[in-house]
């Protein structure tokens, strides 16, 4: 045994000088509450939805379970209130399900009906798929697995790709099945590049039931991958909502609070109450944290608010902080710029500043990891003890706060009555059985050929035929021969082959597999898992390599007639033919019996694994108790919900929150919840659904809570005054949001170099759109001329950072990255081009928007009102598109009204069939209408430049920047 090729640390840290901790704090007693929430109580029969595992069966994945032969949906409520609270999570349970499940069924489906089928974008097949290796992890025993990528037809570029995420479900079958009777589902549980990029490629799979666990090196295997959809991001959502299904059931008389909030938030019910710990204590300090230098100012919240606002709050971010401060259920709607995050960070000073001791913490969370970093530095302004739960993050000084690192530096607790040791001790102890059980199977074993010792202790041999045997083999004399020698080597002879896979050397020229996602968004997809750093893509563990080097030479012969060949006491008998068909029938009868008992202790192993957990996050809920705050992602509020939920948590703030779908805000309902506040702007982006049906009725699986509950009349509170866009921009927000107001400060921006007094623009064109071998929209002369302009703008001394490329289409950011890389002016600069979706929340001086879509009766993602809501609003400075306007305002409504609004007949017309540029130096104005025309321009005109050079001459070259 050995640690694992893919991991630096093995689990018992042996071979490695381990960091000095902290002394230990003295033991304390340990918190049940994790434990409890794990507890299982009594199956409920009469709702089977209820029973499903947390990963989906073979059955599931195969359709061909009687409860999967046809999939009957409840519609998702979005008007009006649900009939019940059981009602309402079964339908999101079951919704979330779909989506996590079809796109692998539908693409085990497009095999069976195609065995030979090549990749396509909807499905990825691997075939030769052999193990070669188990590790022993703590969050399970992994089995590692080796496979060839020639179905791609072309290179897979592994830093870019989707393909094999962490948290990724496949199914797999025996390539001699091909998924037409078995069928295995496992989850893919690392994926290190190093992994991937060797040859023959390797990654490591849990299999999602422990009896369908293997180790048989010889079986080759066919892998069914699904190109669309994450399963990792939703499982734990799917256990939450079963989880309080169950618990609002075994408690409905008893308890009205097993679902908190749910009058609001499944019935309607206004949202006129207070938290509970509020009417306790509605005395607070508002004023400290709005103006910190100010005096302390202490206040009855529910009955002496404010009339006026205080600070720089305007008077609907004070309406609003209000509703943050005094209602069980706040909801604020933010339209781009007109701070969210600020008043959020105002609401979560005030709470904290007010809290007592021995008080949980707040819980804090956003749909993106990168979300939560921004909102949690601004905290960590004013606020030490905070926590980042789960994930990753890029900035170094949440680094240093996430509970990872916390835990590393901070002195242990012995935890008295906790379960972490015994599970430590029971983890040792199966990794040793299993690698006991597999030895004969491991690499370090040099033996050709397996031990008739090995069969004889399964009964497969007899004591009288190993003597036979042996006896048998004395009279043969081979080269090397040494006492001990097997002697099956010998009975054999010449029908000993070597067994070894050949993986043709894939040699795709250049072409390279398209890379799915911009490379954050992969890397925030990752990281949604909520892993923490001892997690990350690499698995700690003992490793075994596995292989068995020799079988016998098979003729045709059946396998029955080798079984009746092994009842005969001296195997000397046995035909020579026939004796490499009966050495691999023993092999196979071997393997079976010691997959059995394999198995066994896998399920053992994988119960326990559940014990580690659940006693790491007892330690780990003493480390919480400290915090004042906790930061997670949606997904984490699932994943760690155990935990959090043992912290008895009373308020929760999720920022972003129109942009999550329903279920996962609907897990942060902790039992201990009386107070959820939701702030984001369900004018902007929804959350995504892998399954395009489930989009709009009457499912509406994208719509969010946040959403839902302002269309149903929920109250609501919306900010109104803007600090992001000059007006000339702000203007384009109008048809979706009517009248912001300009805070003071944007009155102020500066012009734009090269640009005179056009901050916004629409430069229209007809050139054709085309697709890509995705089906993703580009432009190609469009991207020319976005190119032409940047480097104008950069020319004139524009920043490259200060500019942002954005389109709907990766097509169009694949073809615009291609170009930029191509100018030698920007060499070893970063240009930041990224599609609309990744944008959400950011923003930049300069927004250039590539439209892409052209001459079409049909504009795509151009026609979804929330991308556009998007588009039209990161820009600060200046704000300028290219596009067809006239297919664009013939497609869609709101575009005709900002095509109306750029084209008016007045000096503010910024719409045309030419881009009107400003020459710095000489003080006009030139016009640009075809990327050919960028090959004279430097960044001024067309007249000479004129300028004295330091030899005295003038400088003879047209102007230029």
């Known amino acids: 045994m050995k640690p694992s090729?893919?991991?630096?640390i093995p689990s018992d840290g042996s071979h490695h000088t381990q960091p000095k901790k902290p002394a230990a704090r003295p033991a304390v007693p340990v918190n049940l509450d994790v434990r409890a929430y794990f507890a299982e109580g009594a199956p409920d029969n009469s709702q089977p939805w209820l029973l499903n595992p947390e990963i989906p069966s073979p059955d599931e994945i195969m359709g061909t379970g009687s409860e999967t032969e046809f999939v009957d949906l409840l519609p998702n409520r979005i008007v009006g209130p649900w009939s019940s609270k059981n009602e309402y999570l079964k339908a999101h349970y079951e919704l979330l399900r779909e989506d996590a499940v079809a796109p692998l069924r539908d693409a085990v489906a497009y095999f069976r009906e195609d065995p030979d089928i090549q990749d396509m974008n909807i499905v990825s097949i691997y075939e030769k798929v052999h193990i070669v290796g188990i590790t022993f992890a703590q969050q399970g025993v992994a089995t590692r697995i080796q496979f060839s990528t020639i179905r791609s037809g072309k290179n897979i570029v592994w830093e870019y790709s989707k393909r094999l995420r962490t948290g990724t479900i496949v199914a797999l079958s025996p390539s001699d099945d091909s998924f037409r009777n078995k069928c295995v589902v496992a989850v893919v549980a690392a994926r290190p590049l190093n992994g991937v990029k060797q040859h023959p490629p390797e990654i490591d799979i849990y299999f999602a039931r422990s009896i369908d666990a293997d180790f048989d090196p010889h079986q080759e295997w066919v892998m069914v991958e699904a190109r669309d959809g994450y399963f990792e991001s939703m499982r734990h959502t799917m256990t939450a909502l079963q989880k309080m299904s169950r618990e609002s059931?075994?408690?409905?008389?008893?308890?009205?609070?097993?679902?908190?909030?749910?009058?609001?938030?499944c019935l309607l019910h206004p949202n006129t109450d207070t938290p509970e710990y509020v009417k306790a204590g509605p005395v607070m300090d508002i004023q400290s944290a709005i103006c910190p230098s100010g005096e302390e100012g202490k206040i009855n919240i529910l009955e002496s608010w404010p009339r006026y606002p205080t600070g720089d709050l305007d008077a609907t971010q004070w309406r609003a902080l209000e509703q943050m401060l005094t209602k069980s259920l706040a909801v604020i709607q933010g339209p781009p710029g007109t701070g969210k995050t600020f008043v959020s960070v105002i609401a979560l000073r005030i709470l904290l500043s007010n809290m007592n001791p021995g008080d949980p913490p707040i819980i804090v969370a956003s749909q993106t990891n990168h979300a939560?970093?921004?909102?949690l530095r601004h905290i960590s302004r004013f606020e030490r003890d905070y926590i980042r739960l789960g994930g990753r993050s890029s900035d170094p000084e949440i680094r240093k706060r996430t509970l990872f690192e916390v835990r590393q530096n901070e002195p242990s607790a012995a935890i008295q009555g906790g379960v972490l040791g015994q599970a430590q001790r029971r983890y040792n102890k199966y990794h040793h059985t299993i690698a006991d059980l597999l030895q004969n199977f491991s690499a370090e074993n040099d033996d050709v050929l397996l031990p008739p010792e090995l069969f004889a202790k399964y009964g497969l041999l007899t004591a009288t035929q190993c003597d036979l045997l042996a006896k048998g083999a004395k009279g043969w004399?081979?080269?090397?021969?040494?006492?001990?020698?097997?002697?099956?080597?010998?009975?054999?002879?010449?029908?000993?082959?070597?067994?070894?896979?050949?993986?043709?050397?894939e040699t795709f020229g250049f072409e390279e597999d398209e890379i799915d996602l911009e490379y954050e968004q992969l890397k925030e997809l990752e990281a949604e898992q909520g892993n923490e750093e001892e997690d990350r893509e690499l698995l700690k563990g003992p490793f075994i390599c596995?292989?068995?080097?020799?079988?016998?030479?098979?003729?045709?012969?059946?396998?029955?007639?080798?079984?009746?060949?092994?009842?005969?006491?001296?195997?000397?008998?046995?035909?020579?033919?026939?004796?490499?068909?009966?050495y691999n029938t023993l092999r196979k009868l071997l393997k079976d019996k010691i997959r059995s008992k394999f198995q066994s202790l896998v399920t053992l192993n994988t119960n326990n694994c559940k014990d580690l957990r659940i006693g790491k996050w007892e330690r780990d809920n003493h480390l919480l108790q400290d915090a004042k705050l906790i930061g997670m992602t949606t997904t984490g509020l699932s994943k760690y919900r155990a935990l959090v939920s043992s912290l008895k948590p009373k308020v929760v703030l999720i920022e972003e929150a129109a942009e999550a779908i329903e279920a996962p805000i609907a897990a942060a309902c902790f039992d201990s919840l009386q107070h959820m506040i939701l702030v984001g702007d369900h004018q902007q982006l929804r959350g995504s659904c892998s399954v395009q049906d489930l989009q709009g009725e009457p499912f509406f699986l994208d719509i969010s809570m946040f959403e839902r509950l302002v269309n149903n009349g929920i109250q609501y509170e919306t900010l109104r005054r803007q600090r992001r866009m000059a007006p000339e921009i702000r203007r384009l927000l109008e048809p979706l949001y009517g009248e912001l107001h300009d805070h003071p400060s944007v009155l102020e921006r500066p012009r734009v170099p090269g640009m005179g007094d056009f901050r916004s623009y629409f430069f229209s064109h007809n050139w054709p759109e085309s697709n890509d071998s995705l089906s993703s929209k580009y432009n190609e002369k469009e991207a020319e001329m976005v190119v032409g302009f940047f480097m104008h703008l950069v020319l004139n001394g524009v920043a490259v950072k200060d500019i942002t490329v954005l389109t709907f289409y990766n097509g169009q950011r694949k073809k615009l990255l291609k170009l930029f890389k191509g100018n030698s002016y920007l060499q070893g600069q970063y240009v930041n081009v990224v599609t609309v979706d990744s944008f959400q929340g950011e923003e930049n001086e300069i927004v250039i928007l590539s439209l892409v879509r052209s001459g079409r009766p049909t504009i795509g993602f151009l026609s979804i009102e929330n991308r556009v809501c998007v588009a039209l609003s990161r820009a600060r400075t200046g704000f300028y598109m290219?596009?067809?306007?006239?297919?664009?305002?013939?497609?869609?409504?709101?575009?005709?009204?900002?095509?109306?609004l750029m084209g008016g007949k007045n000096p503010k017309r910024r719409l045309g069939f030419y881009l009107p540029l400003t020459c710095t130096k000489h003080e006009n104005v030139i016009y640009k209408k075809d990327p050919s025309e960028w090959d004279t321009a430097y960044g001024g005109c067309d007249l000479p430049c004129n300028e004295r050079l330091g030899c005295g001459h003038r400088c003879s070259l047209p102007c230029h920047r």
């Open 5 to 8: 090729s893919h991991s630096s």
């Open 249 to 265: 059931s075994e408690f409905e008389l008893s308890s009205s609070d097993r679902f908190p909030l749910a009058e609001q938030i």
């Open 372 to 375: 939560v970093d921004q909102l």
């Open 477 to 505: 004399i081979r080269p090397n021969d040494e006492e001990d020698d097997n002697p099956l080597l010998a009975w054999l002879g010449e029908h000993v082959v070597p067994f070894e896979v050949h993986y043709s050397t």
């Open 546 to 582: 596995l292989r068995e080097r020799f079988c016998g030479q098979s003729t045709s012969a059946a396998e029955e007639a080798s079984r009746k060949y092994l009842k005969e006491p001296d195997l000397w008998k046995v035909p020579v033919k026939a004796r490499g068909g009966v």
């Open 882 to 900: 290219f596009g067809d306007s006239t297919a664009l305002a013939d497609a869609d409504s709101l575009w005709w009204q900002v095509v109306t």
